[in-house]
């Protein structure tokens, strides 16, 4: 059975700072891997997909790898902004195509 | 594009009484709708995944009979608790796919349910 963890739970930085979320996931056999975005109370804004036979993707200050072998991937946000607080949350796609999701870090940016 | 919309977005009601939620794609047919569940501060769960015009696939451990799930036509699927209890709070999301854009799930914004 697929498990999805992330670490940290939560995370303080100052404004400015770059910083790292960590996903990783039991089973190597995904389809594919995205990073949401969940605001409180709100639904999910996708931010990146990556798919199995890619490494890595790009979308501005968001910059997301995938190593599928050792079941691992990162988000890195650089420069990071208050407005970049939230939670975010990381899917992987099962061969069915049912999304498994963490547990999602909690992050906030202190002005 | 590939927009997915959800009613009531907050709902309130007595314990025991029966709550239907709507979750419509707007601009594109979804042959398959997803049904999650998110209690505070956890991940989404999936209960359920329905195709248009099919039963409902469910979860393991999420009772079929209290959760009714209809996909009636290629942009609408409805969840309804049945006999809600307290234990039923909780934020419901939905997302829907569609073969012909592959397999990417475009999300609903949501509906919070509390049960009193």
């Known amino acids: 059975k697929q498990e999805v963890t992330q670490i940290p739970a939560a995370l303080s930085v100052p404004e400015g700072e770059n910083l790292v979320l960590n996903c990783s996931f039991t089973?190597?056999?995904?389809?594919?891997l995205q990073w949401f975005r969940q605001d409180p109370g709100k639904g999910l804004t996708s931010l990146l997909l990556?798919?199995?036979?890619?490494r890595e993707q790009t979308s501005g200050r968001l910059n997301a790898s995938l190593d599928k072998s050792s079941g691992r991937s990162t988000l890195y946000i650089a420069a990071s902004q208050p407005g970049d607080s939230a939670t975010y949350l990381c899917?992987?796609?099962?061969?069915?195509?049912?999304?498994?999701f963490g547990s999602g870090t909690r992050l906030l940016v202190r002005p | 594009g590939a927009v997915v919309s959800q009613h009531p977005s907050w709902v309130i009601c007595k314990s025991g009484t029966s709550v239907k939620i709507e979750c419509r794609s707007l601009d594109f047919q979804a042959t398959t709708m997803f049904w999650y569940r998110q209690f505070p501060k956890q991940s989404l769960m999936l209960m359920a995944t329905?195709?248009?015009?099919?039963?409902?696939?469910?979860e393991q451990g999420v009772e079929k009979d209290k959760f009714l799930i209809n996909h009636a036509s290629l942009t609408l699927s409805t969840l309804t608790v049945t006999s809600a209890h307290p234990e039923d709070s909780s934020f419901y999301i939905c997302?829907?796919?569609?073969?012909?854009?592959?397999?990417?799930?475009?999300f609903g914004p949501g509906t919070r349910l509390l049960v009193l």
């Open positions: 899917a992987v796609m099962d061969s069915s195509y049912k999304l498994i």
């Open positions: 089973d190597s056999a995904i389809y594919n």
């Open positions: 329905s195709n248009e015009g099919s039963k409902a696939t469910y």
């Open positions: 990556i798919q199995s036979s890619q």
């Open positions: 997302s829907a796919s569609q073969l012909a854009l592959g397999e990417t799930q475009y």
